[in-house]
């Protein structure tokens, strides 16, 4: 079960694609969050079925042009909104964000988490800096504008109080089915 801040900011980000103003060159297509499609993917990533401990899921919302994939995590001892993760399609396993609200401001703070670097409005389009320039504005008006640069942030910081990522992995992959 999604708690709503997590529900409300990923719906925000599908309205956001829907009107034309997540796309490329952003490398991020949004889909509504879905803890089924988040377990095979995970089972996909892995090259075997996943043996799921109690609590823990997935919650996939996103992906990019290369099949890497950005979940929510939900995992027993979760107290809060889920983080958002990466599971790269090299085999990257990354906290993006602490939650789905800093996973918006990032983005509309220019960060491409795909790319892996921000956004330089003079290396886009018109066309393509106005989205940016509009996509910036809806975001800053909903949830304030971001004071910390998030390329500034080690994966502890985006983390947050969540525990690691890449640890869970490597203990769910170490699990016999």
């Not at 075997?48 to 996939?60: A, C, H, K, S």
Request: with cysteine.
């Amino acid at each position: 079960m999604l708690d709503q801040a997590s529900e409300t900011a990923v719906l925000s980000l599908l309205k956001l694609q829907e009107q034309g103003l997540i796309m490329w060159p952003m490398d991020l297509e949004l889909q509504l969050p879905s803890a089924v499609e988040g377990a095979e993917s995970l089972a996909a990533w892995l090259g075997r079925e996943v043996r799921w401990q109690g609590g823990d899921q997935l919650i996939q919302f996103g992906r990019d042009g290369t099949g890497s994939l950005y979940c929510l995590w939900s995992y027993s001892d979760l107290k809060g909104p889920p983080p958002v993760v990466f599971l790269g399609s090299e085999g990257e396993l990354d906290h993006v964000a602490e939650s789905a609200e800093h996973f918006v401001r990032y983005l509309g703070a220019g960060f491409d988490f795909g790319f892996g670097g921000w956004y330089v409005i003079g290396n886009l389009t018109p066309a393509e800096a106005q989205r940016r320039r509009q996509l910036q504005a809806e975001i800053e008006q909903c949830y304030g504008r971001l004071e910390v640069q998030p390329d500034q942030l080690d994966q502890q910081q985006l983390a947050g109080p969540h525990p690691c990522f890449a640890s869970w992995v490597e203990a769910v992959k170490a699990t016999s089915l």
